[in-house]
């Protein structure tokens, strides 16, 4: 009569067991959202557009061509909000490239340095890309646009501000600082400039890793990447509905009372 006894007893243990061992879970991964941040420089200093330096000379593209914006007219706060809706968040394969300027606009000379690298990996959240961009004009203004990707399939990450280039000036390069914030795992990237005619809208010149070595294999990581972080683990309790525990040991109970009492009357 022992058996059946030792039987519900280690079947009500391993079942109490069961439901207070609690089993951890991780966390799933949501989508990591493409996500940086830029500062601006030219001349050394902070790039301020409303401080940009005009030439006298008015004759800034051919005198025929109709509309042309005053040089004191910058660039407002909707028609940068247009531009960055229009190229911000979105992707471009290198063979989607198609300029709209024949040998007017050229990007002369790029260059790159890798600015924080937080958890001395080897690869950088932070960066700065500096290019010269020249035209056949005696002023343009002009505004381009960043890109982050690998094998020639691109993320733009920022759509700077309007600026003026002059000339084959050699001193007017535009400086453009990011911290890659998210969307980035470690890998090596390359850059992709582009550069738009502010007046027109139209791309007119561009520079990626196959034009400039510089631009080519940046080891780069976002910057949620920079730190090892560890799965979050989620508690979860179960309950098994009518055969909680305190019905086990009720049940348990009982039964030993009935044992017990066959056990004395046979006796």
């Given at each position: 009569m022992k058996t059946p006894l030792f039987s519900l007893l280690t079947f009500s243990a391993f079942a109490l067991l069961h439901m207070l061992t609690p089993s951890t879970v991780s966390a799933a991964e949501a989508p990591t959202k493409i996500q940086a941040i830029s500062k601006e420089f030219r001349y050394d200093k902070p790039f301020v557009a409303s401080e940009e330096p005009l030439s006298s000379n008015k004759n800034t593209r051919n005198a025929s061509e109709e509309n042309q914006q005053t040089l004191s007219n910058v660039s407002n706060g909707s028609e940068i909000a247009v531009r960055k809706e229009k190229h911000l968040n979105t992707s471009k394969s290198s063979s989607d490239i198609m300029l709209n300027s024949v040998n007017e606009f050229w990007i002369y000379d790029a260059w790159t340095s890798l600015d924080s690298d937080i958890d001395y990996d080897g690869y950088y959240s932070t960066f700065s890309v500096e290019f010269d961009a020249d035209t056949i004009f005696t002023q343009v203004p002009v505004y381009a646009v960043l890109y982050v990707?690998?094998?020639?399939?691109?993320?733009?990450?920022?759509?700077?501000?309007?600026?003026?280039?002059?000339?084959?000036?050699?001193?007017?390069?535009?400086?453009?600082?990011?911290?890659?914030?998210?969307?980035?795992?470690?890998?090596?990237?390359?850059?992709?400039i582009e550069l738009y005619d502010a007046d027109t809208e139209m791309l007119v010149a561009f520079s990626d890793g196959y034009d400039d070595a510089s631009l080519a294999y940046l080891p780069l990581e976002s910057k949620n990447n920079e730190y090892i972080v560890e799965d979050t683990v989620v508690i979860v309790e179960e309950h098994g509905g009518s055969w909680s525990v305190l019905s086990l040991l009720a049940i348990g109970f009982t039964f030993m009372v009935r044992t017990r009492r066959k056990l004395v009357t046979q006796k």
């Open positions: 990707g690998t094998d020639g399939q691109y993320d733009a990450i920022h759509v700077s501000s309007e600026f003026y280039i002059y000339g084959e000036d050699s001193t007017d390069s535009f400086t453009i600082e990011s911290t890659l914030i998210s969307g980035f795992p470690s890998n090596d990237y390359d850059v992709l």
